[in-house]
């Protein structure tokens, strides 16, 4: 082990623990320092995709996160009190065809449990506040509580976020913009809920208004829309008997136009942040952490953006145009999207393609 390149891993959401474990179940103890105090304690993920579970199989995340979260096997859309179709993640050929619903702050519990497991463990309140590249080292200034810390390693992986301090550092840009409209997402312990249990629900609705709400425990709801009021989306004559979180946001579309330097590397948030439409964001950045370890292990990392920019770029194309659709207000337009969604919620076999992508099986 004392041979090994050293490598810090900036920032522990599911990104930057994913790199940890991925790195240190094939003999690699990264640091990891996170400026915060623990998990998220916001709103944030609750959707892991397939493909994600097959990656973190081998280090035992994913039996963990299976024993806690929800297999949601399938999705119904309505327009204006009409259900158009139900999407079937069952139908996919696959060992895990549904989509786990777990909070964010729970998936990050498990990664950093797993990971201490591997003998790894997260330095918290530990902020990267400088970076720069020096020959064959990375060196950073660190800001913990023992105060300000100079190291250096072999390689950095900043998986630090959309405001993300190691990207800023190297100077690569995060072109885009940021969608006007605001956003509200809300956990709720909800009552007489009318729907199909265990299931997810999206309502569309006239004006481009939009509201989508999966369960996240028993009784225990995530709703998010495009409006103020998340729950206010939510049609139907259920008891909401307890509001546990609220927030709202605004949607950034961004990418960093390369994911690596010489000897450091971008992954999530960091490197990609589009809309939540699809629930692809932490499932990306789990797809990145993973190649950047594999590619670590097989002594690979020069094709590293090459293999996960383009995955980035194709997702935010396509969750731009989901976007579009369900905000849809031009007659024509809605016309022609309930005719597909209904097309589609009645014939499974063409769901497949769509639901292979949004799993993150297919790119
Ligand atoms: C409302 C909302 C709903 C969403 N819903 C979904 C969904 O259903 N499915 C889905 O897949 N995605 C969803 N996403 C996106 C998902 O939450 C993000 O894509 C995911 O959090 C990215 O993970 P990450 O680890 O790359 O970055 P983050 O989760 O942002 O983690 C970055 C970490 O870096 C730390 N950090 C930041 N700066 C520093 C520094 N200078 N030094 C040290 N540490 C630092 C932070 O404290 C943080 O812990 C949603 C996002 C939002 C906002």
Same mark, same amino acid.
Request: hydrophobic letters at 40%; glycine letters at 12%; aromatic letters at 6%.
């Given at each position: 082990?004392?041979?090994?390149?050293?490598?810090?891993?900036?920032?522990?959401?599911?990104? !930057?623990? #994913?790199?940890?474990?991925?790195?240190?179940?094939?003999?690699?103890?990264?640091?990891?320092?996170?400026?915060?105090?623990?998990?998220?304690?916001?709103?944030?993920?609750?959707?892991?995709?397939?493909?994600?579970?097959?990656?973190?199989?081998?280090? !035992?995340?994913?039996?963990?996160?299976?024993?806690?979260?929800?297999?949601?096997?399938?999705?119904?859309? @309505?327009?204006?009190?009409?259900?158009?179709?139900?999407?079937? *993640?069952?139908?996919?050929?696959?060992?895990?065809? $549904?989509?786990?619903?777990?909070?964010?702050?729970?998936?990050?519990?498990?990664?950093?449990?797993?990971?201490?497991?591997?003998?790894?463990?997260?330095?918290?309140?530990?902020?990267?506040?400088?970076?720069?590249?020096?020959?064959? /080292?990375?060196?950073?200034?660190?800001?913990?509580?023992?105060?300000?810390?100079?190291?250096?390693?072999?390689?950095?992986?900043?998986?630090?976020?959309?405001?993300? /301090?190691?990207?800023?550092?190297?100077?690569?840009? *995060?072109?885009?913009?940021?969608?006007?409209?605001?956003?509200?997402? =809300?956990?709720?312990?909800?009552?007489?809920?009318?729907?199909?249990?265990? #299931?997810? %629900?999206? *309502?569309? %609705?006239?004006?481009?208004?939009?509201? $989508?709400?999966?369960?996240?425990?028993?009784?225990?709801?995530?709703?998010?829309?495009?409006?103020?009021?998340?729950?206010?989306?939510?049609?139907?004559?259920?008891?909401?008997?307890?509001?546990?979180?609220?927030?709202? $946001?605004?949607?950034?579309?961004?990418?960093?136009?390369? @994911?690596?330097?010489?000897?450091?590397?971008?992954? !999530?948030?960091?490197?990609?942040?589009?809309?939540?439409?699809?629930? /692809?964001?932490?499932?990306?950045?789990?797809?990145?952490?993973?190649? *950047?370890?594999?590619? $670590?292990?097989?002594?690979?990392?020069?094709?590293? #953006?090459?293999?996960?920019?383009?995955?980035?770029? /194709?997702?935010?194309? =396509?969750?731009?145009?989901?976007?579009?659709?369900?905000?849809?207000?031009?007659?024509?337009?809605?016309?022609?999207?309930?005719?597909?969604?209904? #097309?589609?919620?009645?014939?499974?076999?063409?769901?497949?393609?769509?639901?292979?992508?949004?799993?993150?099986?297919?790119?």
């Amino acid at each position: 082990m004392s041979e090994s390149p050293s490598i810090l891993v900036v920032g522990a959401g599911p990104t !930057g623990l #994913t790199a940890a474990v991925e790195l240190a179940r094939r003999g690699l103890l990264a640091r990891i320092v996170d400026r915060n105090e623990g998990p998220t304690p916001l709103s944030k993920a609750v959707g892991i995709a397939p493909h994600s579970l097959e990656l973190l199989e081998p280090s !035992g995340a994913t039996g963990r996160l299976l024993a806690k979260g929800l297999r949601i096997p399938c999705g119904h859309i @309505y327009f204006a009190g009409q259900e158009l179709g139900v999407v079937r *993640f069952s139908t996919l050929q696959h060992r895990f065809n $549904f989509l786990l619903s777990l909070p964010q702050s729970e998936t990050e519990g498990v990664l950093a449990e797993v990971l201490a497991g591997l003998g790894g463990t997260v330095e918290r309140h530990t902020a990267l506040t400088e970076l720069r590249e020096a020959g064959d /080292r990375v060196e950073v200034v660190l800001q913990g509580p023992g105060g300000r810390e100079e190291a250096s390693y072999d390689m950095v992986y900043g998986a630090d976020g959309a405001h993300s /301090r190691v990207r800023d550092s190297l100077g690569l840009g *995060f072109e885009g913009y940021t969608h006007d409209r605001t956003w509200s997402i =809300a956990d709720a312990e909800i009552a007489d809920w009318p729907y199909e249990a265990g #299931t997810a %629900q999206l *309502f569309l %609705q006239r004006g481009g208004n939009v509201g $989508f709400i999966i369960p996240i425990g028993p009784d225990r709801f995530r709703a998010v829309s495009n409006t103020e009021d998340a729950l206010a989306r939510i049609p139907g004559d259920y008891r909401v008997t307890r509001v546990l979180r609220s927030d709202s $946001f605004r949607i950034p579309v961004r990418q960093a136009p390369r @994911y690596q330097t010489a000897r450091v590397f971008l992954g !999530g948030d960091a490197a990609h942040v589009h809309s939540p439409v699809g629930a /692809r964001g932490m499932n990306l950045g789990i797809e990145d952490a993973a190649a *950047f370890a594999r590619r $670590f292990a097989e002594d690979d990392l020069a094709g590293y #953006t090459a293999e996960r920019h383009p995955v980035g770029r /194709r997702w935010i194309a =396509a969750s731009e145009r989901a976007l579009a659709a369900v905000q849809a207000t031009h007659p024509a337009a809605v016309a022609l999207r309930n005719l597909a969604l209904w #097309t589609l919620g009645h014939l499974p076999p063409l769901q497949r393609p769509l639901l292979a992508r949004a799993a993150g099986l297919r790119s």
